[in-house]
C-alpha cells in the first residue's frame, strides 16, 4: 500500500491542523493505521493509533488534543491536532500494519508540523 500524508504546516502555539493520510493499493478500513512523529535528534514514536476494530490508542502528550478517525469511503485516516503546543513540531508520518503483531510498514513522506511561539 502506498501512503500520502499532508496538512502539516506552521501554525501558532494553541491552534489547530488536521492531518490527512489518503492510501493507494489496498482499503485502510483492514489494516491498522497509525500516525507516528519524529523531531530532530529523536526517534520515530507512535502518536496515535486506529485498530481494524477502532480501538484507539494515544501517546500520553497528546490525550485530548489530538484525534485519530477513518472515512472508509475516501480510503483516508485523519489525525485532528488541536491546542498544538511547541513540543508537537516535528515531522509526522502515516503507516499501517496487519494485525496487532506486525510490523509498522508502508512508511509514506511525512508532512512537517511546526508550532510556533
Known amino acids: 500500500v502506498q501512503l500520502q500524508a499532508s496538512g502539516g504546516g506552521l501554525v501558532q502555539a494553541g491552534g489547530s491542523l488536521n492531518l490527512s493520510c489518503a492510501a493507494s493499493?489496498?482499503?485502510?478500513?483492514?489494516?491498522?493505521v497509525g500516525w507516528f512523529r519524529q523531531a530532530p535528534g529523536n526517534e520515530r514514536v507512535l502518536v496515535a493509533r486506529i485498530a481494524v476494530n477502532g480501538d484507539i490508542y494515544y501517546l500520553d502528550s497528546v490525550k485530548g488534543r489530538f484525534t485519530i478517525s477513518r472515512d472508509n469511503a475516501r480510503n483516508t485516516v485523519s489525525l485532528q491536532m488541536n491546542n498544538l503546543k511547541l513540543e508537537d513540531t516535528a515531522v509526522y508520518y502515516c503507516t499501517t500494519r496487519s494485525s496487532w503483531v506486525a510490523e509498522w510498514g508502508s512508511w509514506g513522506q511525512g508532512t512537517l508540523v511546526t508550532v510556533s511561539s
Open positions: 493499493g489496498r482499503t485502510f478500513s483492514n489494516l491498522f
